[in-house]
């Protein structure tokens, strides 16, 4: 009997080892997916609320302006879920779409694909620049983005003959903004393009894990051989390079390029979307089609306020309190 007790303590102990390790794998499939499913019922629950409540809302003309405004943010959102997927933080993407449009809209009479070319450099360029004092001079991202955010808008003033607003005659280059590949607006297009490559990248190529082994464990990764530096160059290139795509379709938009406005106040709405789409601000962890969720969220907030008149500041409100409850839902659990 007493040689039987223990054999039985041992098979006990690891049915309860077998028992925590599946608790724990589903704690950690919650943590990496719970989030993002999270914001799909509250998007889906969104748009079931305004289809009966707000007129006019589920009305398919209604959808498609929804989309037409979501996809510069989307576009801006997906560079911004890679650099906070490395624990970094772009404040700089709404000046740098002021630069971008700006010299796009300046350099039109050069010809339609010189002055884009022209913009989407510019953009990239500032990402660049941004990568490399983070990366190189280990100057906190929040401070660079900051400087740069300021400097930016700045830059696009002079770029726009003393703050100007360029007005924008070149059709080929409106129909970035207002014209259809078939029934689907051009800008939207470029929107699902954009994701679809996005969502490849982190989850088939090198890179992506990369970007989450940088962001889950700067030191760890360093010696295991990622190229930390080169990585954090990337992510702030790439976006800086989508801030400049979004900065584009923007000015197309408003057939003008009005440095103060174009790009204002968007980094808080990319950052919003991150967020409540499932990515947290510690980085380590990513998920693109959260973002996705999250911009669309917050669109369908901003939209349906609009459509029953109720003032933007409490879209804004709204908007403030989504965030800081998906930022609860992603803190750290203690032990």
Same mark, same amino acid.
């Given at each position: 009997?007493?040689?039987?007790?223990?054999?039985?303590?041992?098979?006990?102990?690891?049915?309860?080892?077998?028992?925590?390790?599946?608790?724990?794998?589903?704690?950690?499939?919650?943590?990496?997916?719970?989030?993002?499913?999270?914001?799909?019922?509250?998007?889906?629950?969104?748009?079931?609320?305004?289809?009966?409540?707000?007129?006019?809302?589920?009305?398919?003309?209604?959808?498609?302006? &929804?989309?037409?405004?979501?996809?510069?943010?989307?576009?801006?959102?997906?560079?911004?879920?890679?650099?906070? +997927?490395?624990?970094?933080?772009?404040?700089?993407?709404?000046?740098?779409?002021?630069?971008? *449009?700006?010299?796009?809209?300046?350099?039109?009479?050069?010809?339609?694909?010189?002055?884009?070319?022209?913009?989407? *450099?510019?953009?990239?360029?500032?990402?660049?620049?941004?990568?490399?004092?983070?990366?190189?001079?280990?100057?906190?991202?929040?401070?660079?983005?900051?400087?740069?955010?300021?400097?930016?808008?700045?830059?696009?003033?002079?770029?726009?003959?003393?703050?100007?607003?360029?007005?924008?005659?070149?059709?080929?280059?409106?129909?970035?903004?207002?014209?259809?590949?078939?029934?689907?607006?051009?800008?939207?297009?470029?929107?699902?393009?954009?994701? *679809?490559?996005?969502?490849?990248?982190?989850? +088939?190529?090198?890179?992506?894990?990369?970007?989450?082994?940088?962001?889950?464990?700067?030191? +760890?990764?360093?010696?295991?051989?990622?190229?930390?530096?080169?990585? #954090?160059?990337?992510?702030?290139?790439?976006?800086?390079?989508?801030?400049?795509?979004?900065?584009?379709? /923007?000015?197309? #938009?408003?057939?003008?390029?009005? *440095?103060? #406005?174009?790009?204002?106040?968007? /980094?808080?709405?990319?950052? +919003?979307?991150?967020?409540?789409?499932?990515?947290?601000?510690?980085?380590?962890?990513?998920?693109?089609?959260?973002?996705?969720?999250?911009?669309?969220?917050?669109?369908? &907030?901003?939209?349906?306020?609009?459509?029953?008149?109720?003032?933007?500041?409490?879209?804004?409100?709204?908007?403030?309190? &989504?965030?800081?409850?998906?930022?609860?839902?992603?803190?750290? #659990?203690?032990?």
């Amino acid at each position: 009997m007493q040689n039987a007790t223990p054999a039985n303590s041992g098979g006990g102990s690891s049915t309860a080892s077998g028992e925590g390790a599946r608790r724990a794998g589903a704690r950690s499939l919650l943590a990496d997916y719970g989030p993002t499913y999270g914001a799909l019922a509250a998007l889906i629950l969104l748009v079931l609320a305004n289809a009966v409540f707000t007129p006019n809302f589920a009305d398919v003309n209604n959808f498609r302006n &929804i989309l037409l405004q979501v996809a510069p943010t989307v576009l801006v959102a997906v560079g911004m879920t890679l650099v906070i +997927a490395t624990g970094g933080i772009d404040l700089s993407v709404g000046s740098v779409m002021a630069i971008a *449009a700006a010299l796009a809209a300046t350099n039109l009479e050069r010809g339609l694909l010189p002055a884009v070319l022209l913009g989407l *450099a510019a953009a990239l360029a500032v990402g660049i620049l941004n990568g490399a004092l983070i990366s190189g001079f280990r100057i906190q991202p929040i401070i660079v983005t900051l400087a740069l955010l300021i400097t930016g808008r700045g830059v696009a003033q002079v770029i726009s003959r003393g703050g100007q607003i360029i007005l924008i005659d070149n059709q080929n280059f409106m129909s970035l903004g207002k014209g259809f590949v078939g029934p689907v607006p051009t800008s939207v297009v470029v929107m699902l393009l954009v994701v *679809a490559v996005a969502i490849f990248v982190m989850r +088939a190529t090198s890179f992506g894990r990369y970007v989450v082994a940088v962001g889950g464990n700067e030191a +760890a990764a360093r010696l295991a051989g990622v190229k930390v530096h080169r990585t #954090k160059i990337m992510v702030y290139a790439l976006s800086g390079l989508l801030a400049g795509m979004a900065g584009l379709i /923007e000015a197309a #938009k408003a057939e003008a390029s009005d *440095a103060t #406005k174009v790009g204002l106040y968007i /980094e808080l709405d990319a950052i +919003a979307a991150v967020v409540v789409g499932g990515t947290p601000l510690t980085g380590g962890r990513v998920t693109v089609v959260g973002t996705l969720i999250g911009a669309l969220i917050m669109q369908v &907030i901003t939209t349906s306020f609009n459509m029953l008149g109720i003032g933007f500041a409490w879209s804004l409100v709204l908007k403030a309190a &989504i965030i800081l409850v998906a930022v609860y839902i992603q803190r750290p #659990k203690v032990a």
